[in-house]
């Protein structure tokens, strides 16, 4: 087939799905009727946001087309701050603006979070004053009929049009075009004469566009019903916000040539406009977060210090209570000399100093934080940092599993606070690192799913909500479910969509916008720091509380070079928390839950009976038959647990294999001694993908970092890389005389069971929670329930299930009581009293009431 020939046209007004529920054009998409067209450069505009910029950017590169970066700016008439105005359309008139280089990508930058941050009213809006600001290396065309110069022709004004001519041009010079759209709207026709006057007389270029918010035309009637849903109207909404129009979609070039065959010359313009925009990103480098350093210190030496003073607690905490021989000491010493070796030689010594800062701020001011979750909990330097409270050694976790010198990759701590109180540690973060301009959470897009673009559409269509629940029920509830595969899989629909043409014409628009963007949200843990104003990064916007978010999602924000913290919210260490104080409040004391001990008899026979109800990670109903069949002893037993319920082991056998050996009905096989130490904790099964690389580490030789790319390559199951490896691993078996038979077994063994290998470090961080929730639950049974169900007051369904487990232990629940009730569980003498949160039609505005009341003498009404 030949190849289209290049065309010569470029868009450069178009929406793309992050116009959110009015742009439908996704960005893949988009590229792909680039590539059908011949056309080699595409610019996507964007309302008031860069939501998608850099994912365009990325995605237009590695398709071989230039992106031209833009947005349409609304623009205050009077300035930003002016809220007066009654209407969206009396607030703002449009603007389009490209990068024409990485100056001009720097200001939309700017132009976007002001926008956002200061601008909002009714839709984010720039000024003239910041536009004024940050006018350098962009380009502007004067948008449609919403666009200043635009709306003044329409109202015939051509003195008023003439005069934001002018203006505009003294901004732009000659970086100012004059945008005309073919669109079959009357009022065009109108504007575009008028531009052809203002262009003639002024000497300002034209330039053809679209203002494309869909890609084909048959679209046209999806994206009505698209503003539907972003307008909360009808489809048989006469006054409904809609396009007079079905031609906003991404024409050809040919369609646009005939389009404007009056004005070739704004159709040859867009083609030298293109050229002059060339915007060149980098990636690769890292942008780390400013920690403040003591004079006569660096990052280097401090971390350093900080290590080995850290470490130095450590052991003696080890020492008072006898653990610490000479030989154990050196172990720990050589262990975190290694490690402090490794992450000054990899540039991270910044990185966990602010970690330490922001956990043991948290600890400081009693913020519960967890143990450590993923790799991160098998480095000593993080545990010395009391960055984690597991300590490494003892259970074998390996360091390179987390940061690995010979693959330089950023290492990632998650870390785990109390739900309640993690936004204190992100606050304190803030005022620590430069406040809001350089700290920010990660946006999330919310997509219109299969079942809820249904309802979306059913709505906007004017159906019933009944008809439409029907129709969407139908969809099954499955990971990654589409309408498509529903139609395929599901009678009734197909049933449905040939005997009614309502439901065809539904289900064929909920298809057409299925997976659109619907609404941002914020994720649920990533945070990230900037060293100088995040707005010299990416584009910033804020949250539903007004909190900062990136404008960018979570890959993308990865790709500036921003170094990302993961806060998570576990509910569980609330739990643990709330029982701790009712505990101190109920008997008196308060157990250190960091230094119970780990071999508790009572907590092992209560798990060995399965009683994990309400205990982390375990209290699923499967989770507490393994427990009964497995009977845990020790603590390792725990860790195994956590990391074989999982699907890939359940279904492989490895589960049963582990159980029969550790109860002695099956005989642990070690192919060769040499695996008896490694594999001796899960009974001769590989369990953990740590146990991969003491393996390889072993029995040829790897160092523990390429024991690491092994695990990974593994993981990936890549043929020709596996192939490789193999030839690697056998070479270095036969230096260390194994015989190739048993080497080859070996390797075969890893490869299979590496798939269904768990990370340890995470294992084993997450073991500690769970222990220490089922030692609570077997020494402090009334305080834990009480804990878990003030936790889970607003699920009626959880309520119900825990008061039915207190009294299967014979612990008394006392119904709610006006006089004696707090909004929270409470326990009395081991007597749980109800808490009033938890009753049906109470909410909590009417105890907020009541406890301010409290202080007086008669309860708020």
Not at 62 to 88: L, M, N, Q, T, W
Not at 256 to 267: G, L, T, Y
Not at 478 to 487: D, G, V
Request: aromatic share 8%.
């Amino acid at each position: 087939m030949p190849e289209t020939p290049p065309a010569n046209f470029v868009h450069l007004h178009v929406h793309t799905q992050y116009s959110l529920l009015d742009g439908a054009i996704r960005v893949g998409d988009l590229l792909a009727k680039c590539k059908e067209y011949g056309m080699d450069a595409v610019a996507i505009t964007d309302h008031g946001s860069m939501f998608g910029a850099l994912e365009f950017y990325v995605q237009a590169k590695k398709a071989g087309i230039k992106p031209i970066i833009g947005c349409e700016f609304y623009v205050s008439p009077s300035h930003r701050f002016d809220k007066s105005a009654k209407s969206a359309g009396k607030a703002a008139f449009h603007l389009v603006l490209l990068a024409m280089d990485n100056t001009g990508y720097q200001n939309l930058l700017k132009l976007a979070s002001l926008a956002q941050l200061e601008g909002f009213h009714y839709k984010p809006r720039i000024d003239l004053e910041v536009l004024e600001a940050h006018a350098e290396g962009l380009i502007a065309l004067t948008a449609c009929l919403h666009g200043g110069i635009p709306m003044r022709i329409t109202a015939g004004d051509m003195d008023g049009a003439r005069e934001e001519a002018r203006r505009l041009m003294a901004l732009f010079g000659d970086r100012l075009y004059l945008e005309m759209q073919e669109n079959n709207i009357p009022e065009q026709a109108v504007v575009n004469q008028g531009l052809k006057e203002l262009s003639k007389e002024l000497g300002i270029p034209l330039i053809a566009t679209n203002d494309c918010h869909y890609l084909n035309r048959e679209e046209a009637q999806a994206h009505e019903v698209l503003l539907c849903i972003q307008t909360g109207k009808t489809m048989h909404d006469a006054s409904r916000f809609r396009f007079s129009t079905d031609e906003l979609f991404f024409k050809s070039p040919e369609e646009m040539k005939r389009a404007f065959a009056h004005s070739p010359e704004a159709i040859a313009e867009t083609v030298r406009l293109a050229a002059r925009c060339n915007v060149e990103l980098s990636f690769g480098e890292s942008h780390f977060p400013i920690f403040p350093v003591p004079e006569g210190e660096t990052l280097d030496s401090l971390f350093e210090k900080s290590a080995l003073a850290g470490l130095e607690e450590r052991l003696s905490d080890m020492r008072e209570i006898g653990q610490l021989t000479p030989e154990i000491e050196k172990t720990y010493r050589d262990r975190l000399t290694h490690e402090i070796d490794v992450i000054i030689k990899m540039g991270f010594p910044g990185y966990f100093l602010i970690v330490a800062d922001f956990i043991n701020w948290a600890k400081d001011h009693e913020i519960p934080v967890g143990p450590g979750r993923g790799s991160g909990a098998g480095s000593l330097a993080a545990y010395s940092l009391r960055i984690t409270d597991i300590d490494p050694i003892p259970y074998g976790l390996i360091f390179e599993r987390f940061l690995n010198i010979e693959r330089k990759s950023m290492p990632d701590f998650d870390v785990d606070f109390c739900q309640e109180r993690r936004g204190e540690v992100i606050e304190y973060v803030q005022q620590r690192y430069g406040g809001e301009a350089h700290v920010a959470q990660i946006v999330t897009y919310g997509s219109m799913k299969a079942r809820a673009v249904i309802r979306d559409v059913g709505r906007a269509l004017g159906m019933t909500y009944g008809d439409v629940d029907r129709i969407a029920k139908l969809i099954p509830e499955e990971l990654k479910i589409t309408i498509k595969k529903a139609i395929e899989a599901e009678a009734r629909l197909q049933e449905l969509i040939k005997r009614d043409p309502q439901v065809e014409e539904l289900l064929r628009i909920a298809q057409t916008l299925e997976g659109l963007n619907r609404h941002t949200s914020i994720h649920a843990a990533g945070v990230v720091i900037s060293p100088r104003p995040m707005v010299e990064y990416l584009p910033v916007c804020k949250g539903p509380k007004g909190e900062v978010l990136t404008q960018y999602d979570m890959i993308h924000t990865e790709m500036t070079g921003l170094i990302k913290f993961d806060f998570l919210g576990l509910k569980t260490l609330t739990v643990i928390d709330r029982a701790l104080k009712l505990i101190a409040t109920d008997i008196g004391h308060k157990p250190d839950i960091n230094r119970i001990p780990l071999d508790d008899t009572k907590t092992y026979d209560l798990l060995a009976k399965g009683d994990a109800l309400g205990v982390f990670q375990l209290e699923s109903s499967g989770m507490r038959g393994l427990l009964m069949k497995m009977k845990p002893e020790v603590f390792s037993d725990l860790i195994a647990l956590v990391a074989l319920y999982r699907p890939g082991p359940l279904e492989s056998g490895m589960v049963d294999q582990f159980v029969d050996t550790k109860h002695g009905r099956m005989q642990a096989i070690y192919p060769l001694p040499q695996l008896e130490p490694i594999l001796k904790e899960t009974y001769g099964v590989i369990v953990y993908q740590e146990q991969v690389m003491k393996i390889a580490n072993v029995l040829a030789g790897y160092s523990l970092g390429d024991a690491d790319n092994l695990r990974r390559a593994m993981g990936k199951k890549k043929a020709e890389v596996m192939e490789a490896e193999k030839e690697k691993f056998l070479a270095g078996a036969r230096k260390n005389s194994i015989p190739a038979d048993k080497a080859e077994y070996v390797f075969d063994l890893m490869a299979k069971f590496a798939g269904y290998g768990f990370n340890k470090s995470h294992s084993a961080a997450y073991a500690l929670i769970a222990y220490q929730t089922a030692w609570l639950k077997a020494h402090y049974p009334a305080q834990f329930m009480a804990a878990l169900l003030s936790c889970d007051v607003g699920n009626t369904d959880k309520v119900v299930r825990y008061i039915t487990e207190c009294r299967d232990h014979d612990i008394e629940v006392l119904p709610p009581d006006i006089n004696e009730s707090d909004k929270d569980f409470a326990v009395v003498n081991d007597r749980i009293r109800f808490g009033l949160a938890a009753v049906k039609n109470v909410g909590g505005a009417a105890l907020a009431g009541w406890r301010i009341s409290a202080t007086g003498s008669t309860p708020a009404r």
